[in-house]
């Protein structure tokens, strides 16, 4: 049986990212981990569990030293695992790593959400734009229609996600799809977030085992609004002492629109967009992957 199970295969070390501390982490039997590309609603789903698991309609209740990017590579992950051991509550835990290159345990539930990705492009060359350091400014060139080349033909590699390319994006797709029957990964996608937030809040505390008032679940989306969480950004970085590697920490949560690329790139880019998804996947796949609907 454990032949069939995901099997952690790979190490992703890049700019931003390192999976060693996979090696030594223990999972709980009832953690839940947002598994995503970024900016395909990471945070989104992370302080929708931290209301569901608190029960407080609140999205201040979200806080990343709480709910933690584990393999961010940036960080002290030794010091991110000794804060997740000594929380006591139901832990949330974000990652952007692959499926082959995380730990899997048939226990914890894997939440794997994913967004159509030209936005997910438009969304990170935003993210890219408000960071106070330049760290990946060469990949987002002034010329939209030379940034969305750059985008669609850089290859994955074993730096993940920190590759920010469409084959990035699809590997980290397809490996979660191809285990999709197993009974605790569940695929949510930002289409239908933002089609019905209220059936999905209650869709997420169904999967997560936790039992909900219907009048919470309506007060939980309302929260886990992005001008709701816009507001409590601002609130936030008006703080004593708040400190942000962004320009505009509010910004974070541009607007929660899709279709971004709308008025921006030509009807050719669009076409070779077209040309690589046909190469790269399925029909069945990227009706997915760009609306979130099953064929």
Not at 169 to 182: D, K, N
Not at 214 to 236: H, Q, T, W, Y
Request: proline content about 6%; hydrophobic content about 35%.
């Amino acid at each position: 049986m454990k032949d069939n199970l995901p099997q952690r295969t790979n190490e992703y070390v890049g700019q931003v990212t390192n999976t060693d501390i996979w090696s030594s982490f223990d999972i709980r039997p009832d953690d839940i981990f947002v598994c995503t590309p970024p900016k395909c609603g990471t945070t989104w789903t992370q302080t929708l569990v931290r209301m569901l698991i608190t029960g407080r309609a609140d999205p201040a209740v979200y806080d990343n030293k709480v709910s933690p990017w584990l393999d961010a590579g940036f960080r002290d992950q030794e010091e991110q695992a000794s804060q997740l051991e000594a929380q006591t509550h139901r832990r949330c835990i974000k990652t952007h790593t692959p499926l082959d290159g995380i730990t899997y345990s048939p226990d914890a539930t894997y939440l794997v959400v994913h967004r159509h990705p030209v936005d997910v492009h438009f969304s990170l060359r935003n993210h890219v734009a408000n960071m106070k350091e330049d760290w990946l400014d060469y990949l987002f060139p002034d010329d939209l229609s030379e940034a969305f080349a750059m985008f669609l033909e850089r290859p994955a590699s074993s730096k993940g996600t920190d590759d920010l390319s469409l084959r990035s994006i699809i590997h980290h797709f397809r490996s979660f799809w191809g285990y999709r029957q197993l009974p605790n990964i569940h695929f949510l996608h930002y289409a239908e977030l933002s089609r019905d937030l209220p059936g999905q809040v209650a869709r997420i505390a169904r999967i997560s085992d936790i039992n909900i008032d219907p009048k919470l679940v309506n007060d939980i989306a309302e929260a886990g609004s992005f001008g709701s969480m816009k507001n409590n950004a601002e609130r936030a970085a008006q703080a004593p002492g708040f400190q942000t590697v962004f320009h505009d920490y509010a910004q974070f949560f541009a607007s929660g629109t899709s279709e971004k690329w709308e008025g921006k790139l030509t009807a050719e880019d669009m076409g070779r967009y077209g040309a690589c998804m046909s190469e790269l996947v399925s029909p069945e796949e990227r009706l997915w992957l760009e609306r979130g609907l099953a064929p």
